[in-house]
């Protein structure tokens, strides 16, 4: 069955950052959703982080893309849920 919601993250070097976002969406009570994370491009540890969090949580979907910024992103995010 398909989760009721899907919550699209759009990333782009976040390392500082991300890994607070992804433990605030896992701590919710609702538990029907999916997690899409658009990774775009990024260079730090950011791919690194939302992988590790994956490898714990099954909800947790990760594309990367090259750069093409943040309208493209979510809309690949769109698409993809």
Excluded: H, W
């Amino acid at each position: 069955m398909e989760p009721k919601v899907s919550i699209i993250i759009p990333v782009y070097n976040v390392e500082k950052y991300i890994e607070r976002c992804l433990q605030s969406i896992s701590k919710q009570k609702y538990k029907d959703f999916e997690v899409i994370i658009i990774n775009d491009g990024s260079t730090d540890k950011t791919l690194d982080i939302i992988n590790r969090y994956k490898k714990k949580d099954k909800r947790i979907n990760i594309y990367s893309q090259d750069n093409l910024g943040p309208s493209k992103s979510r809309n690949n995010g769109i698409k993809k849920a």
